[in-house]
Every structure is written in C-alpha cells, then in structure tokens.
C-alpha cells in the first residue's frame, strides 16, 4: 500500500459543479491514497435569503440544521448515482459557517490540506461582477494549489 499524499478539501455548494468537484476530488483522493474532506460553508441568509429553505420543510428553522441535512442528503445522493466511486466511501464531512472563499481556506489551513477542490458555478457579466466567483476567490488567497471543476468534467 504505498503512503498517503495529504489532504484534499472539497468545498461544496450542493449544486451540479459541486458534486462534479465532489467526484474528481474522490478519485484525485483515491488514486493518491489521500485524505477526503467535504466542506459546505453556511453563509450569510441575507447574501441569498431563502437557499436553506426546503420546499414543504418546517419554517423558520435555523440554517444550520437545514444546511446539516441537505448536506447528508447531497452526500447521500451522489454516492447513490455514483455506487462505483469507491473514493466517496471514506470521506469526512465539515459544516461551518461564514464567508464561502475565507472558510474554505481557513478550514483547508485548520485540517492541513495541501489542495482545494471547488465546483464553478459559471457566473459571468454582472452577477459575476456583483458577486463575485467564490471559487476565483479561494485561488487568489489560497496557499494551496486550487482546482476548479465544471459540471461537465469527467473524473479521471
């Protein structure tokens, strides 16, 4: 069995790009015998109010609990498309709360990750300029190398 080559971090956001993230970084993991770590940043109500909220769920409830269990039910999904992933067997999954692309590498910091994986949402023109690309963010203050992964990538 040959060593293991660190931590991997995967930021995600429940969305496409992020469960394309989710199976490239299982498979990076995998083939490197490295550490899976799933991160999903619980982040300001007021940036997008209503996100957490499920259709026909219990209302109001904190955004902590209802992020926690779509969290479980995004991890749960994509293992039950993806049964031959192997590398989503053994992940370890955080919840935080704060700003996406500052947590993200705090936390890649905290748990020694030397990469960061992260779904692109696609934005351009305005809502780009507006929002801006958390993803661009965590790989201009990342001291990690960062990957961006679109949801019409392949895990290799």
């Known amino acids: 069995m040959k060593a293991s080559l660190g931590t991997v971090l995967c930021a ?22 490295a550490r899976l770590v799933v ?11 209503g996100f957490y909220h499920k259709p026909g769920g219990d209302w109001p409830r904190p955004m902590e609990d209802v ?10 999904g994509v293992r039950g498309r993806n049964p031959e992933a192997n ?13 996406p692309s500052s947590r993200i590498v705090e936390v890649a910091e905290e748990i020694g ?14 809502p780009h300029i507006m929002l801006g ?8 203050i990342s ?6 992964v679109k949801a019409g990538s392949k895990a290799a």
């Open 39 to 49: 991160l999903h940043v619980v982040h300001d109500p007021a940036s997008s109010p």
């Open 67 to 76: 992020a926690e269990e779509m969290f479980g039910e995004f991890i749960s």
């Open 12 to 33: 995600v956001d429940f969305s496409a790009d992020s469960e394309a993230a989710l199976l490239w970084s299982s498979s990076q993991a995998e083939r490197d015998s």
């Open 143 to 148: 001291q990690v190398p960062v990957t961006v």
């Open 133 to 140: 690309s958390v993803a661009e963010r965590v790989a201009q």
């Open 87 to 99: 590398g989503l067997k053994r992940i370890e999954t955080i919840l935080v709360s704060g700003l």
């Open 113 to 126: 990750a030397n990469h960061i994986v992260v779904g692109s949402r696609g934005r351009t023109g305005l």
